[in-house]
């Protein structure tokens, strides 16, 4: 499984908890299988995504600190979950 | 997860809208339970006629809906959530009535307590439509009983 971006969901500026909705709602519309790549610079993002990724069974592929935030990669999960 | 609504404040109502929020889009199912001075949260507004003397003064000096929550602390006579409602909308943040609408977009329930209508005399027609219905301990507790969480605020 390739892990080039599907989709793109910009969070920058949003802070908690609208990024996680959004990724939500981003997700709900997407394939299983299929990478959402999400911008944030809401500090919490980093910790608030990679809690949301595991509860909710949507790999996080990565998470990088960036000069303008943070970058995730998350894949949509096969349980049908979002 | 469920929620017990019972300060009626701006500051906790943004609290228990963020949790309640973050936790739908985690998949949890949510319950929120207004009640007491929480009920002010979900009414329509203010509400005078067909009301006895007690219940009139209650409504003037009790909040019309979740737009006119005092702060917990620094209300000074309603400047205080003005300025933190400035504040918030310069930094980005999201109102407390948008948030609402997400959690109800995210199928949040939100409950009103009955015994707390009956003694304030609120009735159905008072509350806003989202608004899932008017239901007493043993209903909510029926629902937290199966929740892993469970939030007094």
Redesign the interface.
């Known amino acids: 499984m390739n892990n080039n971006e599907n989709r793109r969901l910009d969070c920058l500026?949003?802070?908690?908890?609208?990024p996680?909705?959004k990724?939500?709602l981003a997700l709900e519309e997407m394939s299983p299988g299929e990478v959402l790549k999400v911008l944030a610079d809401d500090p919490a993002a980093e910790s608030d995504f990679s809690a949301?990724c595991e509860?909710?069974g949507n790999p996080l592929l990565k998470s990088e600190k960036t000069e303008e935030g943070f970058v995730f990669l998350i894949r949509k999960g096969a349980g049908g979950?979002? | 997860m469920t929620i017990i609504f019972m300060s009626g404040t701006f500051d906790k109502a943004m609290a228990a809208m963020?949790l309640a929020?973050?936790a739908?889009?985690?998949?949890l199912e949510v319950t929120v339970f207004f009640t007491f001075w929480g009920l002010s949260f979900l009414k329509k507004g203010k509400r005078y006629r067909r009301k006895p003397l007690l219940r009139r003064m209650l409504e003037l000096m009790t909040p019309g809906s979740m737009k006119g929550l005092p702060l917990t602390h620094l209300n000074m006579l309603g400047v205080g959530p003005a300025m933190m409602k400035a504040l918030m909308k310069k930094?980005?943040?999201?109102s407390l009535e948008e948030?609402f609408r997400?959690a109800a977009g995210?199928g949040v329930k939100f409950y009103a307590c009955s015994t707390s209508c009956s003694v304030m005399g609120v009735e159905e027609n008072d509350l806003i439509p989202e608004t899932a219905g008017t239901v007493g301990a043993a209903t909510f507790l029926g629902e937290a009983k199966n929740s892993g969480i469970n939030l007094f605020i």
């Open positions: 500026g949003d802070f908690c908890p609208i996680v909705v990724a939500k949301w509860a909710t979950r979002t | 963020i929020t973050t739908a889009s985690m998949n930094s980005g943040m999201a948030l997400t995210l």
